[in-house]
């Protein structure tokens, strides 16, 4: 069935230190994989996503890698900032033009 | 870029009355919008997708009488919650697919308490 892992479920971080979150899905047919950040009381906000014709992606202080054999893609956020600190989710799109189906959520704490 | 704008942004209603949340795409055509709730620190699950101009498709275990869904034009959806519960209680979110893109964009979500 359609179904997203996410881990771990929290993690903190010094400030300068890199973070990483790893997520795994099961249908081998999905091709869109977005990361969202999420702020007490908002809505997701996108920070990246990927597609399947690629391996990886980076967008300054955050890169996504996606290997599709193994099924699984991880979200990297280097040089940490306390700013960065959020709920942030993975998630995988199921039935091409469809719904997208979230991670559990990893709870990023960047101390100072 | 792509902007979803959902209202209210809280809510507080008596137990058994119904409760509309307007979601709208202001800057493109979305012919498909999705529902999501999400419980506090749990992640966010998808109740239903809603098509312009045709019925929407629950999620098992979401009951469509209860949560009802209107996606009459290209630009907004409204999801009722008829008759709420405590248990309602909840914080739901919209987004919205802009026709053609892979981007999902979403609204800033309904803080709805029932007492």
């Known amino acids: 069935g359609e179904n997203v892992e996410q881990h771990p479920s929290t993690l903190s971080v010094q400030e300068g230190d890199s973070a990483v979150i790893k997520c795994t899905y099961s249908?081998?047919?999905?091709?869109?994989f977005p990361w969202y950040k999420q702020e007490l009381g908002k809505g997701p906000q996108l920070i990246i996503d990927?597609?399947?014709?690629?391996g990886e992606k980076k967008d300054q202080r955050i890169a996504v890698t996606l290997n599709k054999t193994a099924k699984h893609f991880s979200l990297h956020i280097t040089e940490t900032q306390p700013e960065d600190s959020a709920v942030y989710f993975c998630?995988?799109?199921?039935?091409?033009?469809?719904?997208?189906?979230f991670g559990q959520g990893t709870e990023l704490s960047v101390k100072p | 870029g792509a902007v979803v704008s959902q209202h209210p942004s809280r809510v507080i209603c008596k137990s058994g009355t119904s409760v509309k949340i307007e979601c709208r795409s202001l800057?493109?055509?979305?012919?498909?919008m999705f529902w999501y709730r999400q419980f506090p620190k749990q992640s966010l699950m998808l109740m239903a997708t809603s098509n312009e101009g045709s019925k929407a498709t629950y999620e098992q275990g979401v009951e469509k009488d209860k949560f009802l869904i209107n996606h009459a034009s290209l630009t907004l959806s409204t999801l009722t919650v008829t008759s709420a519960h405590p248990e309602d209680s909840s914080f739901y979110i919209c987004?919205?697919?802009?026709?053609?893109?892979?981007?999902?964009?979403f609204g800033s979500g309904t803080r709805l308490t029932v007492v």
């Open positions: 990927i597609r399947s014709n690629v």
């Open positions: 249908d081998s047919a999905s091709n869109y």
């Open positions: 987004s919205a697919r802009n026709r053609g893109a892979y981007g999902y964009t």
């Open positions: 800057d493109f055509q979305a012919t498909t």
């Open positions: 998630a995988a799109i199921y039935n091409q033009g469809g719904k997208l189906i």
